[in-house]
């Protein structure tokens, strides 16, 4: 059982994870600035503001849910922690040496999006097919019959050899293809600032991953 949990979007996947994990919670809250998003329709505890802003100050406050389900577009823990940096008046800019290095140590086969502006990649073993509802790959893919290494092990793999500093969360499956972070590590990990970092959310087979530098201080 859970004592707090927290949904990162109101949408037909937050409500999901509500539903899925409501009888596995003491108590369940979903964030969404859209104050017409589905939740809004249902009965369920819903706060109207922005999901990562909201989750970073939780944190600034010592409160820590147990689980955050991510269920917004984007990398939603980047997001959470280029809010925390900007409080702290950090001056955070994109990392595209770093970003071009991974492309160029990973397949071709696994990319879905290498989005440059962003500096972001988003990536999947599923790149031409729709995962099953509950899939539990255990290394082999249902659908190819394949063995796969899991996806945050592959990665890891790629980024040690560049020596960067990294937070990678790994995405673990709750309930029903739910997958959700542990908030505590997200809690502990966030006071550990570096001069050039990628944070990514990866399962066995899918994930997003972000490259930021940090100059330092903003004293304008």
Do not use: W
């Not at 802003?53 to 997001?79: F, Q, R, T």
């Not at 809010?83 to 696994?110: P, R, T």
């Not at 290394?139 to 980024?159: D, G, M, Q, R």
Request: include cysteine; charge should be neutral.
């Amino acid at each position: 059982m859970y004592n707090f949990v927290v949904i990162a979007g109101g949408g037909r996947f937050g409500v999901k994870a509500y539903n899925e994990l409501s009888s596995l919670s003491k108590k369940i809250i979903i964030i969404d600035k859209d104050p017409n998003c589905i939740a809004s329709k249902m009965k369920l505890e819903l706060i109207i503001e922005d999901a990562p802003k909201y989750i970073s100050e939780l944190l600034e406050k010592n409160i820590i849910p147990d689980l955050i389900v991510p269920a917004i577009p984007g990398n939603l823990i980047a997001k959470i922690f280029l809010y925390h940096f900007s409080k702290q008046g950090l001056i955070v800019e994109n990392d595209i040496e770093n970003f071009n290095i991974l492309l160029s140590k990973i397949s071709e086969d696994i990319i879905i999006k290498a989005d440059e502006k962003n500096t972001t990649v988003i990536l999947s073993y599923a790149k031409d097919f729709l995962c099953p509802d509950n899939c539990i790959p255990k290394n082999i893919c249902p659908i190819t019959k394949k063995k796969i290494i899991p996806l945050y092990v592959y990665v890891n793999e790629a980024l040690d050899e560049n020596n960067l500093a990294k937070k990678i969360f790994i995405s673990k499956i709750i309930s029903n293809s739910i997958g959700a972070i542990n908030g505590r590590e997200i809690y502990e990990e966030i006071k550990e600032l570096k001069n050039s970092l990628c944070i990514g959310t990866l399962c066995e087979c899918h994930g997003i991953i972000s490259f930021f530098k940090i100059r330092g201080k903003n004293n304008l």
